[in-house]
């Protein structure tokens, strides 16, 4: 699967000048360094901080959160015109979480149906926020909603946003300062693990497989790629979700990148989620 760490985006792929904290020129390594010269890549040497002691970043980021619930087939039992008022009820609780919070909270939320496309979920809430604790409060909206009695949830991941350390900057990508969440009829999203064996290579090695994934996944332009990481606060280390309206491009650039000398290093990259955008009122009718 797709190394999340090369925050990746082939349809908008125009990093800036070179500049970055290790402040080493990158050794050329694989088969792009012909294609990408002066593309702007730079080596951290010092990826743990430990010698330059790098001063924490308190710098404010946003958090995400996919939420993935699953419905209670004793919902559909119900009479149609309880229902009907019980999926009203869940709405309206859902979209108050965005509607009139100020802006410097940041609340972004987009919501997907996976009905007919996974059997153990039936829709996910990719919410994002500059503090952890509103999803707190986005998810106690809906735990006082009768529905909630009715769903279950499989799973629910927990990520953060910052700079990847493989690539300086790439426009619009999702690169730490801004997310452009749900631009595509589709999200593809995997929890994903490293090998420890990934963290023992040196800065040099990682940057060289880096290359080569990047430089495999250019030709893939209506693919956007999200990373976010997780290290501290949930198991998985990224989460990956990746924006397009074309699933056959993305099967395609899976595949090509199995190819690739990083995949060797995946420890985890399951389970994969192929989430379809829709509104609320849309998922409901998907739902019963």
């Given at each position: 699967?797709?190394?999340?760490?090369?925050?990746?985006?082939?349809?908008?792929?125009t990093?800036?000048?070179?500049?970055?904290?290790?402040?080493?020129?990158?050794q050329?390594?694989?088969?792009?360094?012909?294609a990408?010269?002066?593309?702007?890549r730079?080596?951290?040497?010092?990826?743990?901080?430990?010698?330059?002691?790098?001063?924490?970043?308190?710098?404010?980021?946003?958090?995400?959160?996919?939420a993935?619930?699953?419905?209670?087939p004793?919902?559909?039992r119900?009479?149609?015109?309880?229902?009907?008022?019980?999926?009203?009820?869940?709405?309206?609780?859902?979209?108050?979480?965005?509607?009139?919070?100020?802006?410097?909270?940041?609340?972004?939320?987009?919501?997907?149906?996976?009905?007919?496309?996974?059997?153990?979920?039936?829709?996910?809430?990719?919410?994002?926020?500059?503090?952890?604790?509103?999803?707190?409060?986005?998810?106690a909206?809906?735990?006082?909603?009768?529905?909630?009695?009715?769903?279950?949830?499989?799973?629910?991941?927990l990520?953060?946003?910052?700079?990847?350390?493989?690539v300086?900057?790439?426009?619009?990508?999702?690169?730490?300062?801004?997310?452009?969440?749900?631009?595509?009829?589709?999200l593809?999203?995997?929890?994903?693990?490293?090998?420890?064996?990934?963290?023992?290579?040196?800065?040099?090695?990682?940057?060289?497989?880096?290359?080569?994934?990047?430089?495999?996944?250019?030709?893939?332009?209506?693919?956007?790629?999200?990373?976010?990481?997780?290290?501290?606060?949930?198991?998985?280390?990224?989460?990956?979700?990746?924006d397009?309206?074309?699933?056959?491009?993305?099967?395609?650039?899976?595949?090509?990148?199995?190819?690739t000398?990083a995949?060797?290093?995946?420890?985890?990259?399951?389970?994969?989620?192929?989430?379809?955008?829709k509104?609320?009122?849309?998922?409901?009718?998907d739902?019963?």
């Open positions: 699967m797709s190394n999340p760490e090369e925050q990746h985006s082939a349809s908008q792929a990093p800036a000048p070179q500049g970055s904290a290790g402040g080493q020129p990158m050329p390594s694989g088969p792009a360094v012909a990408r010269k002066g593309r702007g730079m080596v951290d040497l010092d990826p743990s901080g430990q010698v330059g002691q790098k001063e924490p970043d308190r710098a404010n980021r946003q958090y995400l959160n996919y993935f619930y699953k419905l209670d004793a919902f559909r119900l009479p149609q015109a309880e229902r009907e008022e019980i999926k009203a009820e869940f709405q309206a609780a859902v979209q108050g979480w965005t509607e009139g919070a100020p802006a410097e909270k940041g609340l972004i939320q987009r919501t997907y149906s996976l009905v007919g496309v996974r059997g153990d979920v039936d829709f996910m809430l990719w919410r994002i926020a500059f503090d952890p604790a509103e999803f707190q409060g986005a998810q909206r809906l735990n006082r909603t009768r529905l909630m009695g009715y769903l279950t949830q499989p799973y629910n991941y990520s953060m946003q910052k700079r990847s350390q493989y300086v900057r790439i426009e619009g990508s999702g690169h730490g300062l801004e997310m452009l969440p749900g631009k595509g009829k589709y593809f999203i995997y929890p994903f693990i490293k090998t420890r064996a990934w963290y023992d290579l040196t800065p040099y090695s990682r940057q060289g497989m880096m290359d080569e994934h990047i430089y495999a996944s250019e030709p893939f332009k209506g693919v956007r790629i999200n990373t976010s990481y997780s290290y501290g606060i949930d198991d998985q280390e990224f989460v990956v979700a990746f397009s309206d074309y699933p056959q491009e993305f099967v395609d650039l899976v595949h090509r990148l199995r190819y000398e995949s060797n290093y995946t420890l985890q990259d399951t389970p994969m989620f192929t989430c379809i955008r509104d609320v009122a849309d998922i409901l009718n739902l019963a």
